[in-house]
């Protein structure tokens, strides 16, 4: 359930002649309305800045195992240190167990504030490699990702931002950006494994996915894959007073719960680990293309996605009891 001590935060932080949100979660037994204001959390230079470098043709299309991805690697790196975010292991730079050259998961720590509930972890994470040098379109042979997944791990960024700078989650939090992905997963099957062994105490996973261009249909914002799977999408509607997760058939067709990062902490802890996204198979046509450039993305849209989840998120990792759950 929601708590006080969380909308507290959100209106100590808001901006004077905020339009409120009405949520409809009651805290023991009063239901909280008006209170939670509607705050830009970050700034979309800030969005356009990281996801133009990440794009860069400086970067060759992120390939794991190359000298682009590694240029990413330490771009992210980077950011954690300047936040002041911990690595989770004793680098940021996790080496992947399971690719046969040097690739790196990079996982940064940001410990809960409860002497309770720190003993819980959530994980944020998106991948951010692609598919490096491709076939050549019109002259271009190179893959940049912009949708597929650099808008994911753009959104990654500016999450771990917030809450290395206002410290308000009493969960622990790990936030991780994945490569490989696009070789099988590999980056996250060997971290969901890696943490397994380690006997994580996993509450949930939450995964960014091509969030780079608007769906076109206003009925929401996001959808979840795994929809059914748990009660992720209802817990998520209900703090954001809105209707900002739905579903969408491609997300069952495609079977996209088992296609993302989010898949192998499933399998491998069998708590809530599902991805949002906005590419619905008609919204963008480069899937995988040259074409899939910083050009194409809609920064305000990308913009407003964190700024929806950013205060859910937040919500959710600092409920007193584990309220999401499978079905």
Do not use: W
């Not at 190359?66 to 690595?87: D, H, Q």
């Not at 650099?150 to 790990?174: D, P, Q, W």
């Not at 450039?293 to 964190?306: G, P, Q």
């Amino acid at each position: 359930m929601k708590k006080i001590s969380f909308f507290t935060s959100l209106l100590l932080v808001a901006c004077g002649g905020a339009k409120p949100i009405v949520s409809n979660i009651p805290t023991d037994d009063v239901a909280i309305v008006n209170t939670v204001a509607k705050i830009d959390f970050v700034k979309e230079e800030n969005v356009s800045k990281t996801l133009k470098f990440l794009t860069s043709d400086e970067l060759e299309g992120r390939n794991t195992g190359s000298e682009g991805i590694e240029k990413a690697s330490a771009y992210l790196e980077n950011l954690l240190k300047e936040n002041g975010v911990k690595p989770y292991f004793k680098t940021y730079k996790d080496t992947l167990s399971n690719f046969d050259r040097p690739a790196y998961n990079v996982v940064g720590f940001i410990e809960g504030n409860d002497s309770k509930l720190k003993n819980e972890f959530v994980i944020i994470g998106a991948h951010y490699d692609h598919i490096g040098r491709i076939k050549a379109v019109n002259g271009d042979d190179i893959a940049n990702g912009a949708n597929d997944n650099a808008s994911g791990t753009t959104a990654v960024t500016e999450v771990m931002k917030y809450f290395a700078k206002n410290k308000t989650n009493k969960r622990s939090l790990i936030i991780t950006f994945f490569s490989a992905e696009e070789k099988g997963l590999l980056g996250s099957k060997h971290l969901a494994k890696k943490l397994k062994e380690q006997n994580l105490n996993l509450y949930f996973m939450f995964n960014y996915e091509m969030i780079g261009v608007k769906m076109n249909r206003e009925d929401m914002l996001l959808y979840l894959t795994g929809f059914g799977k748990s009660n992720m999408a209802q817990i998520m509607n209900d703090y954001s007073g809105e209707k900002l997760i739905g579903y969408i058939p491609a997300e069952t067709q495609y079977q996209l719960f088992r296609a993302s990062d989010n898949y192998p902490f499933f399998t491998e802890f069998d708590v809530p680990a599902q991805t949002v996204s906005t590419f619905d198979f008609e919204n963008f046509q480069f899937y995988h293309q040259p074409d899939d450039e910083f050009e194409l993305m809609d920064t305000k849209h990308m913009t407003n996605v964190i700024n929806k989840t950013i205060p859910v998120l937040e919500a959710m990792m600092n409920a007193e009891t584990k309220e999401i759950q499978m079905k």
